[in-house]
């Protein structure tokens, strides 16, 4: 595997469903994100992990939940889940979250997500 | 507070020719950087180009340039000689210089290469 790769790419669950997304970055990079794409909307950054520690969360509803066991792995832990959560989910990597400009965020394909 | 914006939600190009896409922003820093992303309908967001705030010259990745207007405001893409394989959502997005990660993104520009 190359690059930045996430699972499951569709998930379909219900509001009182558990389920999570798998992100893995196999570029050695030190900072990780996750993102929330929704239609007609400008991408939003959810979570920030800088060398397995969080360092944003963007007043993300608590229904998500996030974790980064190290750093090539990032989940995104999701329940009670409403409708309009239903959204693409991104996830993303760089070198050095804190450091440059110049650190461009590299992005996996992504999880289409659909709460019913 | 940093904003970008992308004045154009889609364009219709004919395959072969240039194509320039918009994005102005609006930051009261001196030191940042920006990106260009294509987002294919398969959902990936690719890096395609990056200018920092300080760079001299106009950064250049094969087909791709970018029109850098620093008074302006301006960081607008270029794609030369399109081709079919560039239809695709593109999308600008800045981010601060120093010890922030958000990378800040426009709405999109939806781009269509007509055979």
């Known amino acids: 595997e190359t690059g930045v790769t996430q699972t499951p790419r569709h998930l379909v669950m219900g509001m009182t469903n558990k389920k999570s997304l798998k992100c893995e970055q196999h570029?050695?990079?030190?900072?990780m994100y996750w993102y929330k794409q929704s239609a007609k909307k400008p991408l939003e950054l959810m979570f920030v992990?800088?060398?397995?520690?969080?360092?944003e969360n963007n007043s993300v509803p608590s229904r998500f939940s996030p974790e980064c066991p190290n750093s090539s792995h990032l989940f995104l832990h999701l329940h009670t889940l409403q409708p309009e959560d239903s959204a693409l989910y991104l996830c993303?990597?760089?070198?050095?979250?804190?450091?440059?400009?110049?650190?461009?965020?590299?992005f996996g394909p992504g999880t289409r997500l659909t709460v019913l | 507070a940093q904003k970008i914006t992308q004045t154009q939600p889609g364009m219709f190009v004919q395959e072969k020719e240039a194509v320039t896409l918009d994005c102005t922003y609006d930051t009261s820093d001196q030191s940042y950087g920006l990106f260009w992303y294509k987002q294919p309908s398969s959902g990936e967001m690719i890096f395609l180009i990056y200018q920092g705030s300080y760079d001299e010259q106009n950064a250049t990745e094969g087909r791709y340039s970018l029109n850098f207007q620093k008074a302006r405001k301006s960081a607008n893409l270029v794609i030369s000689a399109s081709q079919l394989g560039d239809s695709a959502m593109y999308f600008c997005a800045m981010r601060f210089l120093f010890g922030n990660e958000k990378l800040t993104f426009g709405t999109g520009t939806r781009l269509t290469i007509i055979p």
């Open positions: 570029l050695g990079h030190n900072a």
């Open positions: 992990y800088s060398l397995e520690e969080r360092v």
């Open positions: 993303a990597s760089s070198q050095d979250g804190r450091a440059f400009a110049t650190d461009t965020q590299y």
